[in-house]
Nanobody, 128 residues
Framework: DVQLQASGGGLVQAGGSLRLSCTTS????????VAWFRQAPGKEREMVSC??????????SNSVKGRGRFTISSDNAKKTVYLQMNSLKVEDTGVYYC???????????????????WGQGTQVTVSS
């Protein structure tokens, strides 16, 4: 069975950092794209970033692009994808989910509907 387990969330002050981890199992890691999504209270879930685990190509949504606050990376030996979040803002608060789909070693997609497998989410709360 394909499984994704998100962890690393917590409570942090604005300006702080967190590193989220998405541990995966049950599929050939290199063939899949893995992404992070987030859902703020009262809002729809949105894409944050994705990574093509085969060659490490990454993409970021416009909401986090710029100034390098968020960085997605993968450790293929551990079948784990990370999201390093720096200079956190109150508006980054939400539940963060990791998700995956078979991408066939192509560039990862930003569209939520592509992602077939989802983890359970980890709460990130940024206080002012």
């Amino acid at each position: 069975d394909v499984q994704l387990q998100a962890s690393g969330g917590g409570l942090v002050q604005a300006g702080g950092s967190l590193r989220l981890s998405c541990t995966t199992s049950g599929f050939t890691f290199d063939d899949y794209a893995v992404a992070w999504f987030r859902q703020a209270p009262g809002k729809e879930r949105e894409m944050v970033s994705c990574i093509d685990t085969f060659d490490g190509n990454t993409r970021y949504s416009n909401s986090v692009k710029g100034r390098g606050r968020f960085t997605i990376s993968s450790d293929n030996a551990k079948k784990t994808v990370y999201l390093q979040m720096n200079s956190l803002k109150v508006e980054d608060t939400g539940v963060y989910y990791c998700a995956a789909y078979w991408a066939g070693r192509t560039v990862c997609g930003l569209r939520q509907g592509l992602y077939d497998y989802w983890g359970q989410g980890t709460q990130v709360t940024v206080s002012s």
